[in-house]
């Protein structure tokens, strides 16, 4: 009596095999943004900690609201990549630091007043009295988001261990 073996079918697994990947890929990169945001720095080939502020506070940095750290998301997605953006509007200048000039108006001059009854900090005071009608402000690079050599490892060990896992159950 004999006995056939079946072939597994290639082509379906390693079509599977894609689609799996694809959302492990969206899944891994929106947790290794947040992380950069929970160690309060970047890891490309080794951790960046992002400068600290001036004035220390007791939430972490970038994380007041959370509105930035909730406005990454997948902008693109297909078997060849997987394309993340953070769409708040102040996305770009905490990722890459920069320079702001921002206009001071009556009710931006009420605010630094408020502050200033709040804290009791002179550096309020002195921002609701300057005689200037725009305000310089210098923000630091905190990068959350980009190209890292160690998030590019951890992937490709990923997809070896997923091709490899898939092959044993064979």
């Known amino acids: 009596m004999s006995k056939t073996n079946q072939f597994p079918d290639f082509l379906a697994m390693s079509q599977q095999l894609l689609k799996d990947l694809q959302s ?3 899944i891994k990169g929106i947790d290794f943004i947040h992380s950069n945001f929970e160690k309060q720095g970047f890891i490309d080939n080794a951790f960046e900690a992002w400068k600290p502020r001036k ?3 007791s939430y972490n940095l970038l994380r ?3 509105n930035l750290f909730n406005s990454v998301n997948v902008s693109s997605s297909s078997q060849d990549s997987v394309t993340f953006e953070a769409d708040a509007p102040y ?3 905490h990722n890459e630091g920069g320079i702001l000039n921002v206009p001071i108006t009556e009710r931006s001059r009420k605010y630094f007043w408020f502050m200033y009854s709040q804290t009791g900090k002179g550096m309020w005071r002195a921002m609701a009295l300057t005689k200037k009608d725009r305000l310089t402000i210098k923000i630091d690079q ?3 988001m980009g190209h890292s050599n160690s998030f590019v490892q951890d992937w490709n060990d990923h997809v070896i261990q997923e091709i ?3 092959f044993k159950q064979l």
Do not use: H
């Open 64 to 66: 007041v609201t959370n």
């Open 164 to 166: 490899l896992t898939r």
């Open 142 to 144: 905190r990068q959350f």
């Open 91 to 93: 996305a770009s200048v």
């Open 55 to 57: 004035e220390s506070m």
């Open 24 to 26: 492990d890929a969206e």
